[in-house]
DNA sequence: GAGCATGATTCGGA
DNA sequence: TCCGAATCATGCTC
């Protein structure tokens, strides 16, 4: 396993032709001149290596292990390392260009913000402000879709990070794997460190490029659970029928002026179970339909004028109070009828 | 399913 | 920022 390192720094003082060093380690057995020797040696090293897949199983570890133990083999490997070193960054210059991943970093802070990545806060920031966002209007029900949504991003943040220690760990055994394979490789092809680096560099950006779909995927799940919770803020549901009553109260007993201060819309939002906002909504849509259809809605006023007064009456007959200052009667809705006109 | 009721949203104006 | 007005989207009734 470790012979490769060893085989490879020798090469500093080995060479052949064009590589200083090979004639003054090789002794020439042959007793033929030194460039002779050395030809007929790598000629013979070369035609073992080019006929060794036409070998069976057996003949060819025979021969690897001929190879392995022949003096020049060193020496060869060492010049071929070099030129397939050569080669290979004369083509990958070409190739490859280091661009910065705008698009993960993108996906990465996406990701962060959402809460899904980094350490644990409660659902993320951003689904904080969309759940904030949402309470206003959900109104009795929003805690229970609050929750509902932080339980989904819980799944998802899971899911990804299941997903990503699969994948670094298949990374890493995968990366092991290959290291191991080329390490064994090494003793009968040229395979130096540098290329062993190389092949990690291109598994590991493999790998990074199937994280960053996963990480695209789960940026596409929080944006799909985003846009259906805050849809859920148009889901409209009817007031119960007592929270209507009490506005309904309010704004007929109010008719002359039917705009609820904040201290007002506080209490009836309150006494109805919703949001203050869902209070104006209803003030709100409230004065403009009545405005539009006056005569549709006479009977509605009749009807809590007459309740009122009777509240009053019984107020009244208890001695605590003569006279409701909210006592609805036609000449206020004159008022406002006017006012509207 | 049509039509109406109603809560929510959007937009422009004061 | 609040309000009116228009509009949307959904619920309810028949």
């Not at 060492?78 to 080669?87: I, S, Y």
């Not at 006479?298 to 509240?311: F, G, H, K, M």
Request: glycine share 6%; net charge positive; hydrophobic share 35%.
């Amino acid at each position: 396993m470790d012979d490769q390192p060893r085989l490879m720094h020798a090469h500093a003082a080995v060479g052949m032709s064009g590589h200083p060093g090979l004639s003054q380690h090789i002794p020439d057995n042959t007793g033929a001149t030194d460039g002779d020797g050395r030809k007929q040696d790598i000629g013979d090293i070369l035609q073992q290596i080019m006929t060794i897949t036409d070998q069976s199983l057996d003949e060819a570890q025979a021969r690897k292990h001929a190879l392995n133990c022949h003096r020049m083999k060193p020496a060869l490997f060492n010049v071929l390392c070099d030129v397939k070193e050569k080669t290979v960054l004369s083509i990958r210059g070409a190739q490859e260009e280091e661009s910065p991943d705008a698009q993960l970093m993108r996906l990465d802070n996406m990701l962060l913000a959402e809460g899904v990545s980094g350490p644990e806060k409660g659902g993320g920031s951003a689904a904080a402000a969309a759940a904030a966002a949402a309470s206003a209007g959900v109104g009795a029900d929003n805690s229970t879709e609050h929750s509902d949504y932080r339980a989904k991003l819980t799944q998802i943040r899971q899911i990804y990070h299941t997903e990503l220690e699969k994948y670094e760990q298949a990374c890493n055994e995968f990366t092991t794997h290959v290291m191991n394979l080329l390490r064994e490789q090494s003793r009968t092809r040229p395979i130096s460190p540098k290329e062993i680096e190389r092949m990690v560099n291109i598994i590991h950006r493999k790998f990074s490029s199937i994280q960053m779909q996963l990480k695209q995927s789960t940026c596409e799940a929080v944006m799909i659970l985003r846009s259906r919770f805050l849809d859920a803020r148009r889901k409209r549901r009817n007031f119960n029928k007592q929270a209507t009553e009490i506005l309904n109260e309010y704004f007929y007993s109010h008719l002359s002026n039917p705009y609820p201060s904040e201290e007002a819309k506080e209490e009836l939002a309150k006494k109805c179970s919703i949001t203050m906002s869902q209070v104006s909504n209803w003030f709100g849509n409230k004065r403009i339909r009545y405005k539009k259809n006056i005569g549709k809605f006479q009977e509605e006023a009749n009807i809590y004028a007459a309740r009122t007064a009777v509240s009053a009456a019984s107020v009244s007959a208890h001695g605590s109070q003569t006279n409701s200052p909210s006592t609805p009667n036609s000449a206020a809705m004159r008022t406002y009828d006017h006012r509207l006109q």
